[in-house]
């Protein structure tokens, strides 16, 4: 008889794909749903130990003769019994697994028996702890990456790992006569900097998918990347924004609608944070789509609601790699894919350069400010604020890197980081921070700093209001959204830019945001310069 617990279950069947055999089951009443399924699973060697204490000691020894092992132990004070040997373990590089069952969260400090905080009670002496909570979402998901995470942990690293489940207890749990199935995957690493003939392999299942597709998020590469970046984009749809990609082609505004015909069927992903968060919703729902993750540290990232593979290796080192690949091994790349993307790009590009730019809006300007510093000769670097700024400058912005806070993509000091980064450029580059009115408010003691120099230029987007606000969807029913969401506010940057000693200018009109854009990229100036335009509601 097997009990029907999803998580159980998952765990068990990732124990079986990872090669672990030997198993120490501690008796216990909480772990008794983890206990009693893999035993009745019958693929795998257990043995009964009743101290944990020693049984940890056991377990140990199970994997130094075995590389690796498990061990099952109930809730409570249980847990910390084990703590020994996990110590023994992280300090001879043995990886030993570490299963607790605990109660369910709602119990934990309330005085319920057998219950402590058990997540994170070996987080000095483990490589990865995880808890397989109830999660919002898909928790089938999440408890696959969590658990396959702390498995490969344990295995690459030879570290031990705590993989911590809650659980109701066995007379709150259905039962059934066969294990429930339950679908999993295991995730491959593949350690590209010791095994070329894995990376080869993989490249070749990539060129037999039929939709192939690369993925950029926000990060900072070297010039070799850009170059091989180029070339790789002759071959395969490249996804990427100016966060990463100096070429990148906007494809933000097609995204929602775009046919099936262009969903990809393979993903290689690689960097951060991407600021066009629907592809992240859009792909999430693509049936048996294959993602795989390059990251030099192994990270299992991805946003995409599933993970098949992770290289680790720097995405510099796999993007140089793959037009040689491709050179030596000719794959059959799917044309009809590849330039169905290509004649998207194109027709966003013609999109977004025929919007009407002869009022005054926040697109109007950042698209005037990109086609002005074109023409600039001299050294410059562009940092965006969050929100919209950073959303029209993935639209307008091309021919160079933009830097934008997009790690958490909070409005948290955005202008400030502008201002350290500008603090130490050579003699000769410019710093340009285009940012919205909230995002400079929020963060106007970035002015009241006596290391910003000359080469400051500011522009911001007022509109009185966080005019992103307007856009998210949802948001119509909330009373009285303009002033407790959006920040509804009269306030503009004179005085701000009189007490701190930075020129100002403003711009009310089409024609006045013209002129000082230009006086902001070719004034001489021994301070900083401010352009704030005034935008209508």
Not at 196 to 215: H, N, T, V, W, Y
Not at 498 to 513: H, P, R
């Amino acid at each position: 008889m097997f009990y029907k617990e999803d998580k159980v279950n998952l765990l068990i069947g990732l124990l079986k794909e990872y090669g672990v055999k030997k198993v120490v089951l501690c008796p216990g009443s909480r772990n008794a749903i983890i206990v009693n399924n893999i035993l009745e699973e019958g693929n795998f060697d257990c043995y009964p130990v009743t101290d944990e204490r020693s049984a940890g000691f056991f377990a140990l020894g199970l994997a130094l003769n075995d590389e690796v092992s498990a061990i099952v132990v109930t809730s409570g004070s249980a847990l910390l019994n084990v703590a020994p040997a996990v110590v023994e373990a992280y300090y001879q590089k043995v990886p030993l697994i570490v299963i607790s069952a605990d109660r369910p969260q709602e119990d934990i400090d309330q005085n319920v028996g057998q219950t402590m905080r058990q997540y994170g009670a070996l987080d000095n002496y483990v490589a990865r702890s995880v808890n397989l909570t109830d999660a919002m979402g898909d928790n089938a998901y999440y408890h696959n990456r969590l658990i396959n995470e702390a498995l490969s942990s344990a295995i690459t690293s030879s570290r031990p790992v705590h993989i911590n489940v809650p659980l109701p207890s066995p007379a709150e749990c259905a039962q059934s006569l066969s294990l429930p199935d339950v679908i999993y995957n295991k995730v491959t690493k593949i350690e590209s900097r010791y095994d070329e003939d894995e990376l080869g392999s993989f490249m070749d299942e990539m060129f037999q998918a039929k939709r192939p597709m690369i993925i950029i998020g926000q990060d900072h590469y070297l010039p070799a990347f850009q170059i091989a970046l180029d070339k790789v984009r002759e071959n395969v749809v490249v996804l990427s924004e100016p966060l990463s990609d100096e070429h990148a082609r906007p494809y933000a505004g097609f995204i929602d609608t775009m046919p099936d015909s262009m969903l990809p069927d393979f993903i290689v992903y690689m960097g951060g944070t991407t600021v066009c968060r629907s592809i992240n919703s859009r792909f999430s729902s693509i049936p048996n789509l294959t993602v795989w993750r390059v990251d030099k540290d192994g990270e299992f990232s991805s946003p995409f609601r599933r993970i098949d593979g992770v290289i680790c290796c720097t995405p510099c080192d796999f993007i140089t790699e793959l037009p040689r690949y491709i050179l030596s091994n000719n794959p059959k790349i799917s044309k009809a894919f590849y330039e169905e993307w290509q004649q998207a790009f194109d027709c966003e590009q013609q999109r977004l350069q025929s919007i009407d730019d002869t009022n005054l809006t926040a697109s109007s300007t950042v698209k005037y400010f990109e086609e002005q510093l074109e023409d600039m000769e001299y050294d410059y670097h562009v940092h965006y604020g969050n929100s919209t700024a950073v959303r029209l400058a993935c639209q307008y912005a091309n021919g160079h890197k933009i830097w934008c806070n997009r790690g958490v993509n909070g409005i948290d000091g955005s202008l400030s980081t502008a201002a350290g980064f500008s603090a130490i450029c050579s003699t000769g580059e410019m710093v340009f921070c285009v940012l919205g009115d909230l995002s400079f408010f929020y963060d106007q003691n970035a002015l009241w700093n006596s290391n910003i120099k000359d080469n400051l230029r500011i522009i911001i987007l007022n509109d009185k209001h966080g005019g992103i606000f307007d856009k998210v969807k949802g948001l119509e029913p909330c009373s009285e959204r303009d002033r407790f969401v959006a920040g509804r506010h009269s306030a503009d940057a004179r005085g701000i830019c009189t007490q701190n000693d930075i020129g100002y200018l403003s711009a009310k009109t089409v024609e006045e945001m013209h002129l000082g854009i230009v006086t902001l990229l070719t004034a001489e100036s021994e301070r900083p310069m401010l352009l704030e335009v005034i935008l209508k509601d």
